[in-house]
Nanobody, 123 residues
Framework: QVQLVESGGGSVQAGGSLRLSCAAS????????MGWFRQAPGKEREFVAA????????VTADSVKGRFTISRDNAKNMVYLQMNSLKPEDTAVYYC????????????????WGQGTQVTVSS
């Protein structure tokens, strides 16, 4: 069992930045691929970014490429999502997820999920 707790969400104006953090409970955190997903009101959950267990491979959605960066610190059991040049359409609840496979864009490949953190971008 892996417990995930997201933090760092909030309200920001368009063009601003936020850094989301996800803390994992398990000491074997370094064995898991990690992903960030988001869900806006009335929309389906959407892939944002993923990172392999070693951090050597990342996958990023086209909608955020060049603006968002995923990273991890296995010594601290943490994964991060740096979000720059935020747009109103980035407004959503952002979820951290852990899976024991490779870094993928499919939510079905992730077993453990956090409760989410709200990000609101105003124009």
């Amino acid at each position: 069992q892996v417990q995930l707790v997201e933090s760092g969400g909030g309200s920001v104006q368009a063009g601003g930045s936020l850094r989301l953090s996800c803390a994992a409970s398990r000491r074997t955190f370094s064995m898991y691929a990690m992903g960030w997903f988001r869900q806006a009101p009335g929309k389906e959950r959407e892939f944002v970014a993923a990172i392999s267990w070693s951090g050597s491979n990342t996958v990023t959605a086209d909608s955020v490429k060049g603006r968002f960066t995923i990273s991890r610190d296995n010594a601290k059991n943490m994964v991060y999502l740096q979000m720059n040049s935020l747009k109103p359409e980035d407004t959503a609840v952002y979820y951290c997820a852990a899976g024991d496979g490779i870094a993928t864009a499919s939510a079905a490949d992730y077993t453990y999920w956090g409760q989410g953190t709200q990000v609101t971008v105003s124009s």
